[in-house]
């Protein structure tokens, strides 16, 4: 059995000020030596502080995280040398180049020259970043930047990489050259921990996802599990341009089998059914009463779970 | 803070066998590590090598230029000076050194921090190194501290070239120079350390007004503290509190011990008492700002 790399155990983090804030709320989480895991959950779900407190930069109110066997609490200089990190925002060092931004990084962990030019030289290569070894990181687009975020965590070859929210204001091209980028991690067996609110980068990425909301976990497992267990279910969301006597529709509805739930919505309806080829028809018969404007079809995915889990939407 | 500050002590500290993967040698990258933040405010110190030295030279060349060297010729002696007493250049070397260590302390800690707190968070790599955080704010001060030697160095040439009726230093006890020279710029780096870690980038014009120049002005730089005590004695008294009076007063003892000052016991002692003082509100403010 692979080692566990993460361990987080009853994790609770509350933010006492005029107004309390529980932002984790009793957290277990472990990752396997090697996995990609995403933390999927809407802004303001404890992903952030999860991983603060995982990256030593936020103590919890309770519980415990250990990284490699260490705990982050008790030792967190120690933690640190296991630990890679990108964060939301670019950090870069403004008054270096791209390549000494890598080249002091490494020093920071205690290489010597001649290993930190060479481990520098080594990801501008891997990364794609040759060309631009010495330029000053305000020159770089949000893409580049954040490759070099990537390169700069694994420079000191961290146990485990926290990405938190990697494709935050990405353009998609390079959100993709970042996915080959963590991908590609996989390949040097460095376990990842994301966080992300894209569905289908969790989707993708991941070789297991927790589902969060309030600072909990509400489910856990690979997205294909996920996906199965808690129902392959497509979600219909009609907008409707009245709603009087839309109670004995739902009824109706509910009635019968390939529907698992029916409700109002302040638009009109939303309908969760297991696929089924006749309810569809029937749905477009029994709304045009009420001035059917649109409908939306959410096949099956992670974010069908999500809302069939927490009633509501990830980009709510 | 008491819990902060044990639990960022960790590094070499850990009890046998509580945490198995710490490795051997973990003081060796405890050291590596704080040689790799030294060099890399050093990288970027030599990138910035010409304004450093106009930073930190040009308020004291202009200071004796003009009143060291313009006034006693216009004059035609010195009207600042005390009829009969130390020149007016002899009383202000020691205290231009003081102004040096103070601003270049002050420039070389808060002003970068204050920006790396800010929105670019580019403090961040260096906290997720490998050290204990109040070592991280311990590099800080102590590569202002160099800096700040240097630029009270430099005040020593000037003050022998530019004034009319030249100045010369007469230092007695190299130790008592090296052991105020030194407290006095770690001294500035730890009051560097508090604006820089408590202050925001917008207020920083403001704090240079309200608190730095009147701690300069009112610092015994311009003029001695046995003087204002037998002149002005409530203020003499006053600006005990102010650290300024004893880095001026330590380096008069150091550098002129003809002028009248401070017994230099007294200076070491307040030296050390307000470094640590400093220090400790500054390393508490810089946890503040990394911890959460």
Not at chain 1, 11 to 31: C, H, N, P, W
Not at chain 1, 206 to 233: C, M, N, Q, W
Request: neutral net charge; glycine residues 8%; hydrophobic residues 50%.
């Amino acid at each position: 059995m692979k080692p566990l790399i993460v361990e987080i155990e009853a994790l609770t983090k509350v933010y006492e000020s005029k107004l309390r804030v529980v932002a984790v709320d009793g957290i277990d989480l472990e990752l396997k030596q090697g996995e990609i895991f995403g933390l999927l959950g809407p802004n303001g779900a404890g992903k952030t502080t999860t991983i603060s407190i995982c990256t030593t930069r936020t103590l919890p109110t309770s519980g415990t995280v250990r990284i490699a066997g260490i705990d982050v609490v008790q030792h967190p200089a120690h933690a640190r040398r296991h630990i890679g990190v990108v964060p939301q925002f670019n950090t870069l060092d403004r008054s270096l180049t791209v390549y000494e931004n890598l080249y002091y990084h490494c020093r920071y962990f205690g290489f010597s020259h001649s290993s930190a030019r060479a481990r520098s030289l080594e990801l501008l290569s891997q990364f794609l970043l040759t060309e631009r070894k010495d330029v000053y990181p305000a020159a770089l687009s949000g893409g580049l930047a954040q490759r070099v975020q990537i390169a700069r965590a694994i420079a000191h070859r961290p146990t485990v990489l926290f990405l938190d929210e990697p494709s935050a204001g990405l353009d998609p091209q390079s959100r993709m050259a970042m996915w080959t980028a963590v991908e590609g991690l996989r390949k040097e067996g460095i376990t990842v921990l994301l966080t992300t609110h894209y569905m289908e980068e969790a989707d993708s990425l991941s070789d297991r996802v927790a589902i969060i909301d309030y600072g909990r976990v509400l489910a856990l497992g690979s997205p294909e599990k996920l996906k199965s267990t808690f129902g392959a279910h497509t979600i219909y969301d009609l907008k409707l341009k009245s709603n009087e006597g839309l109670e004995a529709v739902i009824a109706s509805l509910k009635a019968r089998e390939d529907v698992t739930s029916a409700e109002a919505t302040p638009a009109g309806l939303r309908v969760i059914a297991a696929s089924s080829e006749g309810l569809l028809p029937d749905l477009v018969q029994a709304a045009a009463r009420f001035g059917l404007r649109d409908l939306e079809i959410t096949e099956p995915s992670l974010e069908t779970v999500f809302i069939r889990l927490t009633g509501r939407d990830l980009r709510e | 803070m008491s819990k902060t500050g044990n639990r960022e002590q960790g590094i070499g500290n850990g009890e046998p066998g509580a945490t198995p993967n710490i490795q051997p040698g973990g003081t060796g990258i405890f050291f590596k590590a704080f040689l790799g933040l030294l060099l890399r405010d050093l990288r970027v110190l030599t990138r910035e090598f010409i304004p450093f030295l106009l930073r930190v030279g040009m308020q004291p060349l202009l200071f004796l230029f003009v009143f060291t060297f313009i006034l006693p010729h216009m004059a035609g002696g010195n009207p600042l000076a005390s009829g009969g007493g130390p020149s007016f250049g002899t009383i202000i070397l020691p205290g231009l050194m003081a102004v040096a260590i103070m601003f270049s302390g002050i420039a070389a800690v808060a002003l970068p921090l204050s920006s790396e707190f800010g929105i670019t968070r580019e403090i961040d790599d260096r906290v997720m190194c490998p050290l204990p955080l109040w070592a991280v704010a311990l590099e800080k001060v102590c590569f202002s501290a160099m800096q700040s030697i240097v630029a009270a160095l430099l005040v020593i040439p000037m003050a022998y070239y530019i004034p009319a009726v030249p100045v010369r230093a007469d230092v007695h006890s190299w130790l008592l120079l090296a052991l105020v020279l030194v407290l006095a710029s770690l001294l500035a780096g730890s009051l560097g350390l508090v604006i820089g870690s408590t202050v925001s980038p917008k207020q920083i014009g403001l704090v240079f007004s309200i608190i730095v120049v009147p701690i300069t002005f009112l610092g015994c730089v311009y003029y001695t503290w046995a003087g204002l005590l037998k002149n002005v004695t409530w203020l003499a008294v006053a600006v005990l509190f102010n650290p300024i009076v004893y880095m001026s007063e330590g380096l008069r003892a150091a550098v002129t011990p003809g002028v009248a000052h401070m017994p230099w016991w007294a200076i070491l002692i307040a030296l050390v008492f307000f470094t640590s003082a400093l220090g400790r509100l500054g390393l508490r403010g810089f946890l503040r700002r990394v911890l959460s």
